[in-house]
Nanobody, 115 residues
Framework: QVQVVESGGGLVQAGGSLRLSCAASGSIFSIPGMGWYRQAPGKQRELVAHITSGGTTNYADSVKGRFTISRDNAKNTVYLQMNSLKPEDTAVYYC?????????WGQGTQVTVSS
């Protein structure tokens, strides 16, 4: 079994920054992919950023240039540095990890950006 735990959400003013962390633990040999998604009220969950074990990244157009995803393979942890936050970034942010062809999700962490 694999456990995924996010942390780092909170309330921030527009233009501010937050750093989210997500740690995976359990029966893990390798994690080919780690990603961040978000879901705002009344909207579908959407991809924010993804990173492979080799460090290849991709981002949603709405966060390019403002958010940076990174990972520490030794710690099975992925980070999301969020800068220049906007009110429209307000959402519950979820982390997922791909382990042995199975996606595991965290419980989510709330990010609220005030105008």
């Amino acid at each position: 079994q694999v456990q995924v735990v996010e942390s780092g959400g909170g309330l921030v003013q527009a233009g501010g920054s937050l750093r989210l962390s997500c740690a995976a633990s359990g029966s893990i040999f390798s994690i080919p992919g780690m990603g961040w998604y978000r879901q705002a009220p009344g909207k579908q969950r959407e991809l924010v950023a993804h990173i492979t074990s080799g460090g290849t990244t991709n981002y949603a157009d709405s966060v390019k240039g403002r958010f940076t995803i990174s990972r520490d393979n030794a710690k099975n942890t992925v980070y999301l540095q969020m800068n220049s936050l906007k009110p429209e970034d307000t959402a519950v942010y979820y982390c997922n990890v791909l382990v042995r062809s199975t996606l595991y999700w965290g419980q989510g962490t709330q990010v609220t950006v005030s105008s």
